[in-house]
């Protein structure tokens, strides 16, 4: 915990030490911060994420399964592929599909979810699941789906940092998520200030510690190209990229917290 909360105070403070330390807002799933909202009625609160990530952010709760109408309690639901097309279907009434109307609710929550920073999302769930959901194949489950919801909200706002709850019992993944999430903050940050060519190399080299050589000079090539003409564009291209090289990294470079970082 004093780990974290070092890095935390490098995180936030760092700019201007006046500032007072202020939580950052990330989505989660309900039941993972104790909300009853799953199908027998129960929660699944996870004290790692709220005794120690609570610290530093600010959660705000989803439920898509409640958001599209679903009671509590209510009849358990699953992947199956049909045909190579993942539904997602009521266990008791095959008939019922679900899909649409959870994919039409990640869509209708598209504005909340581009003010986050980040978002955890609870394991195996057919709703929220990140990875290794099952999918029902003529009975057979296989662990290879990705919750509706959730693969429709990764989609929509791509460079959102996501996490399972199960990996960020892993304090390097942890870190991972923390310094993605730190990095988006930064970012939009930045956006909301002044968009400008020197911001722009300013905070590529404040993380160019926390990416490789090759990584770094990749990107510091795109912004080689830059003009005011297609700045957007090439901001838009560059953050991207760059939120992609450290989702894949899956641990953080924590020397990169503790350095002096020029501005
Ligand atoms: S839909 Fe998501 S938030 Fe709701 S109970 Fe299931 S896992 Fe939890």
């Given at each position: 915990m004093r780990l974290l909360h070092k890095i935390y105070n490098e995180l936030l403070f760092n700019e201007d030490k006046a500032l007072p330390m202020r939580k950052i807002p990330i989505g989660i799933s309900s039941c993972l911060i104790g909300h009853p909202v799953r199908y027998d009625g129960s929660h699944k609160s996870n004290t790692t994420i709220i005794g120690t990530l609570g610290h530093y952010f600010e959660f705000h709760p989803f439920c898509p399964e409640v958001g599209i109408g679903l009671g509590i309690p209510r009849t358990p639901i699953h992947l199956v592929n049909k045909n190579n097309d993942i539904r997602c279907i009521d266990t008791e009434n095959p008939e019922k599909d679900l899909t649409d109307s959870l994919r039409n609710y990640a869509f209708q929550q598209k504005q909340l979810h581009q003010n986050l920073f980040g978002?955890?999302?609870?394991?195996?769930s057919p709703s929220c699941g990140m990875e290794k959901v099952k999918v029902y194949e003529n009975s057979t489950p296989h662990r290879k789906?990705?919750?509706i919801y959730?693969?429709?909200?990764m989609r929509i706002t791509p460079l959102l940092p996501v996490e399972n709850e199960g990996r960020l019992d892993d304090p390097l993944l942890?870190?991972?998520f923390i310094q993605r999430v730190h990095v988006l903050y930064r970012w939009k940050k930045m956006l909301l200030?002044?968009?400008?060519?020197n911001c722009l190399i300013q905070f590529h080299n404040r993380y160019k510690h926390i990416i490789?050589?090759?990584?770094?000079?990749?990107?510091?090539q795109m912004l080689t190209t830059i003009d005011q003409k297609n700045i957007e564009q090439?901001?838009?291209?560059y953050i991207l990229q760059l939120m992609m090289i450290l989702k894949n990294a899956n641990q953080p470079n924590t020397s990169a917290f503790f350095k002096e970082i020029p501005c």
């Open positions: 978002y955890i999302l609870k394991n195996d789906g990705t919750g959730a693969k429709e909200m942890r870190g991972n200030e002044e968009l400008s060519i490789s050589h090759g990584d770094y000079r990749e990107l510091r090439t901001a838009a291209q």
